[in-house]
């Protein structure tokens, strides 16, 4: 292994260390920063899995040693993950943006209604009796 792999791999971890930050994060915008520096952190993972650069995919004419060559697999990927990050990105500004117009800000409010669910099973949870078939509540009891 040498020094620009070893380089690549750090810079694979920050960028995926980062971006896992930034999802966990409520503004859309860092959402959206964080999907981005995913995808360039997927990238360069394929790019180092291909090997070490400068190789030739192909020798012509001469007998294929699998140390001499690269496998153009991963930049064959890379390609691929560049495209779909591409369409993701465009669709998460497409997203933020309508959001903003709708509501004047870019956070993601917590939702009411997963609350009211997570707090019916909870309840049943505590109480043996509850019959979850009917979406944790008991029977007689108005969900």
């Known amino acids: 292994m040498n020094q ?7 810079m694979v971890g920050g960028l995926f260390a980062v971006g896992f930050y930034l999802m966990l994060q409520r503004s859309l915008m860092r959402i959206l920063l964080g999907f981005i520096l995913m995808g360039h952190g997927t990238n360069l993972l394929l790019l180092v899995a291909g090997g070490s650069p400068g190789r030739p995919p192909v020798l012509e004419g001469q007998t294929t040693d699998p140390p001499r ?5 991963p930049q064959a990927m890379a390609l691929t993950a560049i495209v779909i990050t591409f369409g993701l ?14 509501s004047g800000h870019d ?4 939702d009411v209604e997963d ?11 505590a109480d043996p009796v509850t019959d979850r078939t009917t979406g944790g509540a008991a029977p007689g009891e108005d969900r």
């Open 4 to 10: 620009i792999d070893v380089t690549m791999s750090l």
């Open 69 to 73: 060559i690269a496998d153009p697999l």
């Open 89 to 102: 990105t465009a669709f998460l500004v497409a997203l933020a943006y309508r959001s903003w117009r709708l």
């Open 107 to 110: 956070e993601v409010r917590d």
């Open 115 to 125: 609350r009211r669910i997570g707090t019916v099973w909870e309840r049943a949870e």
